[in-house]
Structure formats: structure tokens, C-alpha cells
């Protein structure tokens, strides 16, 4: 136990430190013991702590949404011609046919400059060039930056000001610019759509847009005889988005519009033709939103059963050192899940949540006089002969094409839903709501005990825990102590025994025997 360097048994000729071993053996193992139990209370804590976390996700995402009737509620909308527009169905839209047409989609501002180069295939020009190679011979001018409406920003500029100049003050005040030198060519943008991000350029009138290329010609100009569009840039206006929604017109700076619980995206305008948008129940939506809920609970007491019902573990008695060091890593996991699978076999907490949802799941409720169970929406266990022991309880939908058993029956949940949607809304809501208030108290904070919003001891867990700590070391003191005893013990007898054997010695010399 103790890191010491001891020579023993030099007079006696035992074996003093296996003889000490042998002693000592009954108080070291009850520190392997201790160490075990608390390496085992570890592995349940961490197997609990699962569990917990599956089912807060039933507990705080599926069962407390589904207590609601906005949970059902559901809407979609389909479009006659989904290349026209997509459609997103929220809260507050009402089922409704109606008719849209797009007259014009948003556009983002876009300038193209000329080619500084002209007919000449040569690559004169970068960032780094000046306003005086461009040509421009004046005393100065000034460019100003006008975006929806309103004056962003002004450069004072000589024949020393340079592309990169230019570019930097275009940025700075919110474009998107750059300079090919590829095409020897300007390129400005706006960063979003519509007409309040539309952008102009103007300059004093001394020349110094029509130098760097960004000159962009008037309708009348491009009107006169002989024009010539490669001598300016070209411009496409920021413009906003027109639709007409059952004849009503919504004008916006962006292709989406959010319209009475619907949220239009317009992709292509349609002319004088119209789409037709369908707004109805989202069936499918509500059926998900149930097998989702089925799911997680499936997760949930389908682990609580593995566990639970797991043949004992009894028999594998943990690794020594020893054993450990002869074996593989994989051969160490797989025979410490053995142990670990059987901790929480009969558990009485794991019984009662057990207990606790399978009950609820069986309940009945009564609507409008009719009393239903789950079975009534053709959801239920599979058969106890042909059901694995660990999902016993899993609950599964009739008709259900992810499940392989049960895909080829009648979907009556679905069928419900369609035909009476108000028995399967109250339905579940009434089962939501009762499973919810069972579960939110049994995780109810217990001094000493439970956090609140947990559904196992897990303070009680971690105090055992900690505690193993202090009784580990308590007995490896003991342990050490102990075994320092028995060594000062020894010591004294190979002292006793080394004293007598000097004496016997003198006296064998006086006798001449020696």
C-alpha cells in the first residue's frame, strides 16, 4: 500500500513481505470493494442520467406542446404552380383558396462599368491605378453616392485618387464593389433588393465618373441617332416586389411577404395568370407530431425495460488489475457492459416510472359522451409472443410505413384525424395534459434527495458517491497502518532475533566452539 523501501527477513529468513501480504489481504480488499461499489454507482448514475434525459425530452417537447390546441392547428398550404411561389404555413392562417399573381419580382441595383480598355485586349488597369491614367485631366471633382433616396457618401477626387480609392468609399458606405482586371471592369451592387436600396452616382460634372467608366447614360441620350452603349456603364434599378392576393396588391422590398399567417415567397412573375394557393388541415403534420410523441416514449420505455428486466449480473464479479492488464480494451467494455446492464435489474424507481406511463398510455377519456383509448386511433402494443422482451410496452401506430410489423394494416389515426380531427385534438390533449402533471410530480425537488426536474435521486446518488470517497480513504488509511504494524513488528522480532544470535556467537568464541 505504501510506496517504502524495506529489507526484511535478512536474520529470520521468512518471507516477511508475503507473510505481511497474507495479513493484510482482508483490509486491502475491502478498499477494492469500496473502489468497486463506487466504480458500480458511477455506472448507474450515468445509466439513470440517460434515462432522465429521454424522458424530459417526452416531458418538456412532446407532451407539454401537445396539452395545447394550438399543437393542432396545424395548416398547409399547396400551390397550383410551385415555380411561382412557396408557400410557409404559421399560425393564424385560415383554411382558404385563394388566387395570387407576381407582377414584378425585387431586384437588386446592379452597375456595370465600361471596359476601360475599349477595343484593346490588353490588361492596363488595377486597383492601384490613378484617375490621371484613366484620362481624367482636371482640377478635381467630387462623387457622390446617393442609396434610396438619400445622399451616403462624397470623395473629393484629383488625378492622384486611385481605383482603390474609389472602391473603398463604395464599401464603407454599404455596396458590394470591386474591380476586374480580368474584364477591366467596375462591378456595384446593392446588398439587398428593392427600390429603398437603389443607388445613383453623380459627379460634379468634371469628368470623373465618365473616366473611371461608371457614367451611366440618360434615356434621352440613348434616344439620340448614332449612340453607342460601349462608351457607359450599365445600370439595373433596385425595384420592389408587386403581387395581387385575391386582387389586393402588397408591394414589399423583398420577395416575401407575410400575409395572414402565410408567408408568400414569390420565385417568378406570372403576367396576367394567376396561381391558386389550397389552405387546409396539415394531416400529416398532426399525425408526425403524434408518432413523434410515440417515438420518444418508445425510447423511453424501452430502455426502462432493458434495463429493469436484465438478467442478473451477479456472477461477473468486477476486473482486477490483474485481469484487466490481460485483455484487450474491447474485451474490457464488452465484459463490464455485462455488469453494467444488470445494476438496475427489479429497480424499484426504474418500477415505478414504469408503472407510471404505462397506466397513463391505458387510460381512457371521455369526448362528446364516446369513451377513447389509444386503441380507438389504432395505436397499441405488439403481441407479447412476437415482441422482443425489452419492447413489450412500445406503443405503435396501425399502418405505420416506417414499421415493418405493422405497415400493412388499417391507418385509422390517420383516418381519424381526416374525419373527426376534434376527437383526436380533445383526445390527446386530455392524455398530454394527464401525463404531463403525473410526470411533472414525480420530478418534484426532494431535499437531500432529487433536483427538481429530475425523475431519479440523483442528489442521493451523488452524496453516495462522494461519500465513497471518504471511506475509500479512511480504509486505505487503516489499511496502511495496519500494514506499517505488522512490518514494525517484524522488525523488532529480526532486531530480537539478530541480538540473540551475536550473543551466541561471543559466547561459542569464549567456549572455542565457534
Given at each position: 500500500?505504501?510506496?517504502?523501501?524495506?529489507m526484511?527477513?535478512?536474520?529470520?529468513?521468512?518471507?516477511?513481505?508475503?507473510?505481511?501480504?497474507?495479513?493484510?489481504?482482508?483490509?486491502?480488499?475491502?478498499?477494492?470493494?469500496?473502489?468497486?461499489?463506487?466504480?458500480?454507482l458511477?455506472?448507474?448514475?450515468?445509466?439513470?442520467?440517460?434515462?432522465?434525459?429521454?424522458?424530459?425530452?417526452?416531458?418538456?417537447?412532446?407532451?407539454?406542446?401537445?396539452?395545447f390546441?394550438?399543437?393542432?392547428?396545424?395548416?398547409?398550404?399547396?400551390?397550383?404552380?410551385?415555380?411561382?411561389?412557396?408557400?410557409?404555413?404559421?399560425?393564424?392562417?385560415?383554411?382558404?383558396?385563394?388566387?395570387?399573381?407576381?407582377?414584378?419580382?425585387?431586384?437588386?441595383?446592379?452597375?456595370?462599368?465600361?471596359?476601360?480598355?475599349?477595343?484593346?485586349?490588353?490588361?492596363?488597369?488595377?486597383?492601384?491605378?490613378?484617375?490621371?491614367?484613366?484620362?481624367?485631366?482636371?482640377?478635381?471633382?467630387?462623387?457622390?453616392?446617393?442609396?434610396?433616396?438619400?445622399?451616403?457618401?462624397?470623395?473629393?477626387?484629383?488625378?492622384?485618387?486611385?481605383?482603390?480609392?474609389?472602391?473603398?468609399?463604395?464599401?464603407?458606405?454599404?455596396?458590394?464593389?470591386?474591380?476586374?482586371?480580368?474584364s477591366?471592369?467596375?462591378?456595384?451592387?446593392?446588398?439587398?433588393?428593392g427600390?429603398?436600396?437603389?443607388?445613383?452616382?453623380?459627379?460634379?460634372?468634371?469628368?470623373?465618373?465618365?473616366?473611371?467608366?461608371?457614367?451611366?447614360?440618360?434615356?434621352?441620350?440613348?434616344?439620340?441617332?448614332?449612340?453607342?452603349?460601349?462608351?457607359?456603364?450599365?445600370?439595373?434599378?433596385?425595384?420592389?416586389?408587386?403581387?395581387?392576393?385575391?386582387?389586393?396588391?402588397?408591394?414589399?422590398?423583398?420577395?416575401?411577404?407575410?400575409?395572414?399567417?402565410?408567408?408568400?415567397?414569390?420565385?417568378?412573375?406570372?403576367?396576367?395568370?394567376?396561381?391558386?394557393?389550397?389552405?387546409?388541415?396539415?394531416?400529416?403534420?398532426?399525425?408526425?407530431?403524434?408518432?413523434?410523441?410515440?417515438?420518444?416514449?418508445?425510447k423511453?420505455?424501452?430502455?426502462?425495460?432493458?434495463?429493469?428486466?436484465?438478467?442478473?449480473?451477479?456472477?461477473?464479479?468486477m476486473?482486477?488489475?490483474?485481469?484487466?492488464?490481460?485483455?484487450?480494451?474491447?474485451?474490457?467494455?464488452?465484459?463490464?457492459?455485462k455488469?453494467?446492464?444488470?445494476?438496475?435489474?427489479?429497480?424499484?424507481?426504474l418500477s415505478?416510472?414504469?408503472?407510471?406511463?404505462?397506466?397513463?398510455?391505458?387510460?381512457?377519456?371521455?369526448?362528446?359522451?364516446?369513451?377513447?383509448?389509444?386503441?380507438?386511433?389504432?395505436?397499441?402494443?405488439?403481441?407479447?409472443?412476437?415482441?422482443?422482451?425489452?419492447?413489450?410496452?412500445?406503443?405503435?401506430?396501425?399502418?405505420?410505413?416506417?414499421?415493418?410489423?405493422?405497415?400493412?394494416?388499417?391507418?385509422?389515426?390517420s383516418?381519424?384525424?381526416?374525419?373527426?380531427p376534434?376527437?383526436?385534438?380533445?383526445?390527446?390533449?386530455?392524455?398530454?395534459?394527464?401525463?404531463?402533471?403525473?410526470?411533472?410530480?414525480?420530478?418534484?425537488?426532494?431535499?437531500?434527495?432529487?433536483?427538481?426536474?429530475?425523475?431519479?435521486?440523483?442528489?442521493?446518488?451523488?452524496?453516495?458517491?462522494?461519500?465513497?470517497?471518504?471511506?475509500?480513504?479512511?480504509?486505505?488509511?487503516?489499511?496502511?497502518?495496519?500494514?506499517?504494524?505488522?512490518?514494525?513488528?517484524?522488525?523488532?522480532?529480526?532486531?530480537?532475533?539478530?541480538?540473540?544470535?551475536?550473543?551466541?556467537?561471543?559466547?561459542?568464541?569464549l567456549?572455542?566452539?565457534?
Amino acid at each position: 500500500m505504501a510506496d517504502k523501501i524495506r529489507m526484511s527477513g535478512l536474520v529470520s529468513g521468512l518471507d516477511t513481505d508475503a507473510v505481511v501480504e497474507a495479513l493484510t489481504s482482508s483490509r486491502k480488499q475491502k478498499v477494492t470493494n469500496a473502489k468497486n461499489d463506487q466504480k458500480k454507482l458511477g455506472w448507474k448514475q450515468d445509466i439513470l442520467k440517460g434515462i432522465n434525459d429521454k424522458i424530459k425530452t417526452l416531458f418538456q417537447s412532446n407532451v407539454s406542446a401537445m396539452r395545447f390546441s394550438n399543437a393542432y392547428s396545424k395548416m398547409k398550404t399547396t400551390v397550383s404552380n410551385s415555380s411561382v411561389a412557396s408557400v410557409v404555413t404559421g399560425d393564424g392562417a385560415v383554411k382558404a383558396t385563394q388566387k395570387l399573381r407576381v407582377e414584378s419580382l425585387a431586384k437588386t441595383a446592379y452597375l456595370t462599368g465600361k471596359d476601360l480598355n475599349g477595343d484593346s485586349n490588353e490588361k492596363t488597369y488595377t486597383a492601384a491605378s490613378t484617375l490621371e491614367s484613366l484620362g481624367f485631366s482636371g482640377e478635381g471633382d467630387t462623387l457622390r453616392l446617393n442609396i434610396g433616396g438619400k445622399e451616403k457618401a462624397t470623395l473629393a477626387v484629383t488625378k492622384d485618387t486611385t481605383i482603390s480609392d474609389v472602391l473603398t468609399t463604395l464599401k464603407n458606405a454599404g455596396l458590394n464593389a470591386s474591380f476586374d482586371a480580368d474584364s477591366q471592369r467596375f462591378f456595384i451592387s446593392s446588398k439587398n433588393t428593392g427600390a429603398s436600396n437603389d443607388f445613383t452616382l453623380t459627379d460634379d460634372g468634371n469628368g470623373a465618373l465618365a473616366a473611371l467608366g461608371l457614367a451611366v447614360a440618360t434615356d434621352e441620350l440613348k434616344a439620340t441617332e448614332g449612340f453607342d452603349q460601349t462608351q457607359y456603364a450599365t445600370k439595373v434599378d433596385g425595384s420592389n416586389a408587386v403581387i395581387y392576393l385575391n386582387d389586393a396588391k402588397f408591394t414589399g422590398d423583398t420577395n416575401t411577404f407575410k400575409v395572414n399567417g402565410l408567408t408568400i415567397t414569390a420565385l417568378e412573375e406570372t403576367g396576367d395568370k394567376e396561381v391558386t394557393l389550397s389552405t387546409d388541415t396539415d394531416t400529416s403534420g398532426i399525425y408526425d407530431m403524434v408518432k413523434n410523441m410515440l417515438s420518444q416514449y418508445n425510447k423511453v420505455i424501452n430502455d426502462i425495460d432493458k434495463y429493469y428486466g436484465a438478467d442478473s449480473a451477479r456472477k461477473f464479479s468486477m476486473l482486477t488489475d490483474e485481469e484487466r492488464e490481460a485483455m484487450d480494451d474491447k474485451e474490457v467494455e464488452e465484459y463490464e457492459n455485462k455488469i453494467k446492464s444488470g445494476l438496475l435489474r427489479g429497480d424499484s424507481n426504474l418500477s415505478s416510472l414504469r408503472n407510471l406511463l404505462t397506466s397513463t398510455m391505458q387510460q381512457g377519456f371521455e369526448i362528446d359522451g364516446k369513451t377513447y383509448y389509444l386503441s380507438s386511433f389504432g395505436i397499441g402494443t405488439g403481441s407479447y409472443f412476437d415482441t422482443e422482451d425489452n419492447e413489450k410496452h412500445a406503443l405503435h401506430i396501425d399502418g405505420d410505413k416506417d414499421d415493418p410489423k405493422f405497415r400493412d394494416k388499417t391507418d385509422k389515426l390517420s383516418e381519424m384525424i381526416a374525419s373527426d380531427p376534434r376527437a383526436v385534438e380533445e383526445f390527446f390533449k386530455k392524455l398530454s395534459k394527464d401525463l404531463y402533471n403525473k410526470l411533472d410530480g414525480v420530478s418534484k425537488s426532494r431535499n437531500g434527495y432529487r433536483s427538481y426536474g429530475n425523475f431519479y435521486d440523483d442528489k442521493k446518488m451523488k452524496a453516495d458517491y462522494d461519500g465513497y470517497k471518504t471511506t475509500i480513504k479512511d480504509l486505505e488509511k487503516k489499511a496502511n497502518e495496519y500494514e506499517d504494524k505488522i512490518y514494525r513488528q517484524y522488525a523488532a522480532m529480526e532486531k530480537t532475533l539478530s541480538a540473540m544470535q551475536s550473543k551466541s556467537n561471543a559466547l561459542a568464541g569464549l567456549l572455542g566452539t565457534s
